[in-house]
């Protein structure tokens, strides 16, 4: 099988977003064919090179979004008008109401939410016949639509307020978002010719999945360990309100025609989920799918009777505000006045600047909340709380933090997908966390879990286990085997295999067969080959692909062509 | 590690006063204190360390009939900024706000929440005062240097040549020609005349193309006149400076009153750019903009004007020669049109036009020639007529003007709109 794997600022690049994990599912699956097309984020990363690649990887194709290739091409006045068409009805679906919105719970028409589609797909096919899309995506043409959707009826109120620099700012944007669509990618011996196409996130690199499956009819696998418009919303801005409001309406629409056209999404965690079933993916859709990490690590830790000091508490993790290690002191302040032998071992480094003034404070507030201790009148005393850093003599391995300590603690206040907590598992050390980010979701019922901000809580909860050897033995051993189930490298490959074949047999990519002299060979597929219609019961949302119109179940397309594929003879045959 | 936590990791909360903040909180909690000014939370927590009450309960806190609207107060600024619920989720998911959370007030999740929060916050904000942009203007100085070093190195080079003789004169020639040809791609390349993207294959094609016919198009004016009055004589007999009474003319003072106008042409041409741009920020609409764009263009085409005009005269006082007006006011107004609209991404019409203007002005000399041959001295007639009758400058007065007019009308158009004026890199 053929996959296209599409990534943005990811895999191959030496610096790309988690290319680790990307790598380990073309290592792990070996028995496909993967391409990947890569989009640059920057020069530098481009500059950083490749990691290396593994046989599978039949070719990589790479192409920049940090810059903008103008061909030179002048469009006449038929593709002018066409552009002026698409352009505008893309303006106008940025500036009406938006999907989702409270205001107007599910009575978006389906043609309403088409529109963005149509002309999305539209421009692209403009980009593929003619070319010169990025001239014209920064011409006056571009910007008078915008202008004109803005100032259109029923528009947004912060749309229009829009004054001529938000104009610009906004055309500029929408150039460099749709960038994709003038690649050279969607040829038949390009996105064309793969059985699928797995998007490694959503926004920019699945849009050219989308174009893949508008023109080829390529099925679309969407992965989001991080949900795209989030960290969209998330990147704070200064430009006006028009310009927010209008880039909004544009990542949040192309979110919801990806998760729409996608044939399956893959959210990372239920936070991740959450975000997608709120931008209108379909829950039928939807199959999470934990990050992998390597347990082999961990396998003697994890393996080995507890041999750790039972007074022990351990925290690992990177060191920034955002873990609140000064309720972590404050709940050990709490725990030594029962329990006055513990003792709190904090390791991990400062990640910046923010991180290392954090650490300097949380050094002086653990100095000031518990003095240097000794033994006896006679020796050199230590303080309760110690700082340590992964690599030194005592803590040579990550394993080794937490095997230092009888139970582990996580404080964050804020926290995506707690990495730090699944080690522990894999550890089988007893933990006690606070409810933030997918911590609930992780732990299960193998560890305890205490409100966030809430020293007197937390240090109750340590205290618990402190107490009682034989409970922390329980959650630990429930732990292993929960992470070991769950959180490993396998089942995150294996989930993937299993959907690569469970799409592909939703959705067979039926290729004309030429003979030799490259004519089409008629009845080279059989008609039994494609059983038209719905092969299992009505929830069944995806349908095979070149199948007629009736059984697609989506809306169809007002105004646009079908969709040129390959299969279209066959289909003919099968009918 | 994979990494991948990283990728679903809400934003820290901005700035390191968010932990000071929330510590200081708490020690307010614990303390019982309400006010502990932020910096103080360390010295405040060790008091409460050593304080005898070890068992005392949290005196319970925020009990506002209306939960929300503390919560709203406390994120004002992202309710205020915020153009849709999401992005108010989102930033209340960055400080840590979960769907258990949410119920506390009294809502199903986050998204919810933030609805609630965004339609209270959207009332307030009909009110508040749209905050103005003004693009900083850069100052950067360096080309303003730069464009006077083009008439500077000519002017010497003028200098030199009518100062030595023999070898030194070819040496003081080709030096100060290469010298000023490379001054004038610096000038060109830095400051209000160079090419905003000036990495677009299409416009590296049409600038190649208009650099061949400038340097065309200044030697005609250089050496043109001369060889066609040497030619409609009959001659030229000699190359032009081989001897004192050559029939071939030079016409030193227009070239140099080109290149010394290098200056108030990035003048006239930052005057333009960073007028428009204030109207960009000022204007209404695209087509307010057009119409209050248009007026600037033809002020600073007509401040170069008569710039040149001037310098001009002074050339031609300071040489002793006439200043030919006609052809070189032409000439520069054609350059400074093409210059403005490559500057500004537009370089389709003038490479277009340069190349027509000199091949017209080709054209017209090869006629002359072509008339020497037998049977075709009619192809002469008409070039010779008009050399006869008004002088040898009417061909390329006439052809540069033809130009610059039809580029005049096209960069009212085109350098009067908005996307020719859209800041270049932006951040997203």
Redesign the interface.
């Known amino acids: 099988m053929r996959i296209g794997l599409l990534t943005e600022g990811g895999y191959p690049y030496v610096s790309g977003?988690?290319?680790?994990?990307c790598d380990?599912l073309v290592r792990g699956l070996g028995q496909h064919e993967f391409e990947v097309y890569a989009l640059s984020r920057s020069e530098r990363q481009e500059a950083e090179g490749w990691i290396p690649l593994p046989s599978q990887v039949d070719r990589v194709i790479t192409a920049p979004l940090w810059?903008a290739?103008?061909?030179?091409v002048?469009y006449g006045r038929r593709a002018r008008r066409r552009f002026a068409e698409c352009y505008g009805e893309l303006a106008a679906a940025l500036c009406t109401g938006?999907p989702g919105d409270?205001a107007a719970p599910g009575e978006a028409p389906a043609a309403e939410a088409d529109r963005f589609g149509n002309a999305l797909y539209g421009l692209a096919e403009l980009a593929r016949d003619e070319g010169g899309l990025v001239?014209a995506l920064?011409?006056?043409t571009?910007?008078?639509a915008l202008?004109r959707a803005c100032?259109a009826p029923g528009a947004l109120r912060?749309a229009r307020?829009a004054?001529?620099?938000d104009?610009?700012?906004v055309?500029?944007?929408l150039e460099?978002a749709l960038r994709p669509l003038s690649l050279d990618w969607y040829e038949d011996d390009g996105l064309g010719s793969v059985d699928l196409c797995h998007a490694t996130?959503g926004g920019p690199a699945a849009l050219p999945g989308l174009l893949a499956r508008h023109f080829h009819g390529v099925p679309l696998l969407v992965t989001e360990?991080?949900?795209r418009?989030?960290t969209h919303?998330?990147?704070?801005?200064d430009?006006?309100?028009a310009v927010?409001?209008l880039l909004?309406?544009f990542h949040?629409r192309l979110a919801a025609e990806t998760y729409e056209r996608a044939a399956v999404i893959t959210p990372?965690?239920a936070?991740?989920r959450?975000w997608q079933e709120?931008c209108g993916a379909d829950r039928t859709k939807l199959r999470t799918v934990y990050?992998?990490?390597d347990a082999s690590r961990f396998a003697e830790v994890g393996e080995s009777a507890e041999s750790a000091d039972a007074d022990t508490l351990v925290w690992v993790g990177r060191i920034?505000?955002?873990k609140?290690l000064?309720?972590l002191l404050?709940a050990f302040?709490e725990i030594r006045?029962e329990e006055p032998k513990t003792r709190l071992r904090i390791v991990g480094a400062p990640a910046d600047p923010?991180g290392t003034?954090?650490l300097g404070?949380c050094k002086?507030?653990a100095a000031?909340?518990f003095p240097d201790e000794a033994e006896g009148p006679h020796s050199v005393g230590d303080n309760p709380v110690s700082f340590e850093e992964i690599g030194g003599p005592e803590l040579p391995t990550l394993a080794d933090a937490y095997a230092a300590g009888a139970v582990t603690v996580l404080s964050s206040?804020?926290?995506?997908?707690?990495?730090s907590l699944v080690e522990a598992m894999f550890c089988g050390r007893a933990t006690v966390s606070t409810?933030?980010?997918?911590v609930v979701e992780v732990i299960g019922g193998t560890g305890l879990v205490v409100?966030?901000?809430n020293?007197?809580a937390l240090g109750e909860a340590c205290l618990a286990l402190l107490r009682d050897p034989e409970r922390r033995e329980r959650l630990g051993a429930a732990a292993r085997a929960r992470a070991l189930e769950l959180f490993t490298v396998e089942q995150n490959t294996t989930a993937f295999h299993g959907i690569y074949l469970e799409i592909v047999s939703h959705t067979p990519v039926r290729r004309l067969v030429l003979d030799d002299t490259g004519e089409p060979l008629p009845f080279a597929v059989p008609a039994e080959a494609h059983v038209p219609g719905r092969w299992t019961g009505p929830a069944a949302r995806v349908v095979a692909r070149g199948g007629p119109a009736w059984a697609a179940g989506a809306p169809v397309r007002a105004g646009s062509a079908m969709p040129a594929t390959h299969a279209t003879p066959a289909t003919e045959g099968a009918r | 590690m994979s990494g991948l936590g990283e990728l679903d990791r809400p934003g820290a909360p901005g700035g390191a006063e968010a932990w000071d903040e929330r510590s200081g909180e708490w020690v307010a909690e614990v303390g019982g204190a309400d006010a502990v000014p932020e910096g103080t939370a360390v010295s405040a927590v060790s008091e409460q360390a050593h304080a005898p009450a070890p068992n005392r309960r949290p005196t319970p806190r925020r009990t506002a009939a209306d939960p929300v609207k503390a919560l709203m107060h406390r994120h004002r600024e992202l309710c205020e900024r915020a153009v849709d619920p999401l992005e108010i989720a989102a930033g209340l998911e960055a400080h840590g706000v979960t769907d258990r959370t949410a119920t506390r007030f009294r809502h199903r999740d986050v998204f919810s929440l933030a609805e609630e929060m965004y339609a209270r916050a959207a009332h307030d904000e009909e009110t508040a005062p749209r905050p103005t942009t003004l693009t900083p203007t850069r100052a950067h100085t360096s080309w303003i240097l730069l464009t006077l070093l083009p008439g500077t190195l000519c002017a010497a080079t003028v200098a030199a040549l009518r100062l030595t003789h023999g070898q030194a004169h070819a040496i003081a020639l080709a030096v100060g020609v290469l010298a000023a040809v490379l001054a004038l791609r610096a000038a060109l390349t830095r400051g209000p005349l160079a090419p905003t993207n000036g990495t677009l294959p299409g416009s590296a094609r049409h600038s190649s193309g208009s650099r061949a016919w400038t340097c065309w198009l200044v030697a005609y004016a250089l050496l043109g006149d001369g060889l066609l009055e040497a030619a409609v004589a009959g001659g030229p007999d000699a190359l032009p400076g081989a001897s004192a009474d050559s029939s071939w003319a030079v016409a030193t003072a227009p070239v140099l009153a080109l290149s010394l106008a290098c200056a108030p042409a990035a003048w006239c041409a930052h005057l333009f750019a960073v007028s428009a741009r204030r109207r960009l920020d000022t204007s209404r609409g695209l087509e307010d903009f057009t119409a209050s764009a248009r007026p600037l263009l033809l002020g600073a085409f007509a401040l170069f004007l008569s710039a040149l005009s001037a310098l001009l005269a002074v050339c031609g006082v300071v040489l002793g020669e006439s200043p030919a007006y006609a052809q070189t006011v032409t000439l520069g107004a054609l350059l400074l049109l093409a210059r403005l609209l490559t500057a500004h991404g537009f370089t389709h019409a003038p490479a277009i036009l340069l190349g027509a203007a000199a091949a017209a002005e080709a054209t017209a000399l090869a006629t002359v020639f072509a008339g020497r041959l037998p049977g075709c001295g009619f192809l002469a007639t008409p070039v010779e007529t008009a050399a006869d009758t008004w002088g040898p400058g009417t061909v390329p007065t006439l052809v540069c003007s033809v130009a610059a007019l039809t580029l005049l009308v096209h960069a009212t158009r085109t350098l009067t709109r908005a996307s020719a004026h859209a800041p270049v890199d932006q951040p997203c």
């Open positions: 977003d988690a290319r680790l994990w380990r810059t290739e103008d061909d030179g002048h938006r409270p001239g920064r011409s006056e571009a910007v008078r202008e100032r912060d307020e004054r001529v620099p104009l610009l700012a055309a500029a944007h460099r996130s360990y991080g949900v418009l989030r919303y998330l990147a704070a801005t430009a006006p309100p927010r409001a909004a309406a949040g990372g965690n936070h991740a959450r709120r990050p992998g990490m920034e505000p955002a609140d000064v309720s404050h302040a006045k923010e003034a954090y404070h002086a507030l000031q909340l206040v804020v926290e995506g997908f707690p990495i409810d933030v980010g997918a409100p966030p901000r020293p007197r």
